[in-house]
């Protein structure tokens, strides 16, 4: 599982277990919504994750659509609701800072003392208030910053009805024993590389020398190319492709990060 701190772990953990719902925010590709699957497997949960990013049409994403059937409409309940009918569920609200405001609006009454929502394509159009479940639990994650231009500002009364936790990108040494984790202690020697490269986009943002960061994601994804392609190439093809999206900064971005893979011998017998 990804690194978080002990104790901000375990007081996410506790604060789900008694009903409380929290958010976390980071930098994307730094393992919120595995830390989410994570924690409700812990619990003995069983996690669903709503894409709120893909809500534009809030109504049908969140609480269904009909269907046409032999000459007869039926209303089909959306995955969320049935969700939050469905004991023992953590409700994973997925990049909430890409939904839309009907989306808010519907989630808003779920997240408070209320715990209902009005589906009023229900009972032949009359409308019934469905309750959550007493063991359902709320999750949600977000990126919020500059570095995000599809993402917004959230509104306070929404951030008020959680408790927020900050997940920061795990150090290059962490994501080796992930790494190790998840294949064996080969790969992630070989990968040591590739993790130093890492940390040193983390060290560069954050002296404002680099526009973007090397996320956690996008290293474990190269992570089976090793095989077959050379660090070199993993390296300019997949981990500074993000790079060539802004023409002002590929030349400089990109080269800076080169010149330090050059240095530490990256493309040594390439």
Do not use: W
């Amino acid at each position: 599982m990804f690194i978080i701190d002990k104790t901000k772990k375990e007081m996410l953990a506790t604060l789900i277990s008694s009903g409380k719902n929290c958010l976390l925010t980071g930098a994307t590709g730094c393992g919120k919504t595995t830390l989410c699957i994570d924690v409700a497997n812990e619990l003995g949960m069983n996690p669903l994750v709503i894409n709120m990013g893909s809500t534009q049409d809030a109504r049908t994403s969140l609480i269904g659509y009909h269907t046409l059937e032999n000459g007869n409409t039926n209303f089909q309940l959306s995955d969320f609701i049935k969700g939050i009918q469905t004991p023992n569920t953590l409700i994973i609200l997925d990049e909430l800072s890409r939904a839309s405001d009907d989306a808010f609006n519907i989630i808003f009454p779920l997240l408070d003392f209320r715990k209902d929502i009005r589906v009023e394509e229900l009972s032949n159009g009359d409308g019934e208030t469905i309750m959550v479940d007493p063991s359902v639990r709320f999750i949600a994650t977000a990126n919020i910053g500059l570095d995000y231009s599809s993402a917004r500002s959230l509104d306070r009364a929404l951030k008020d009805r959680f408790i927020p936790f900050h997940l920061g990108y795990i150090s290059g040494k962490q994501l080796g024993k992930y790494i190790t984790t998840l294949h064996d202690g080969e790969v992630s020697k070989k990968a040591k590389p590739l993790l130093q490269v890492y940390d040193y986009s983390h060290q560069q943002y954050k002296e404002s020398k680099l526009s973007s960061q090397i996320s956690t994601r996008m290293v474990l994804e190269c992570v089976p190319l090793m095989d077959t392609f050379s660090l070199k190439d993993i390296l300019n093809n997949v981990l500074l492709a993000m790079y060539e999206e802004d023409s002002c900064s590929v030349i400089n971005d990109a080269n800076i990060i080169r010149e330090y893979a050059d240095s530490i011998g990256m493309f040594n017998n390439e």
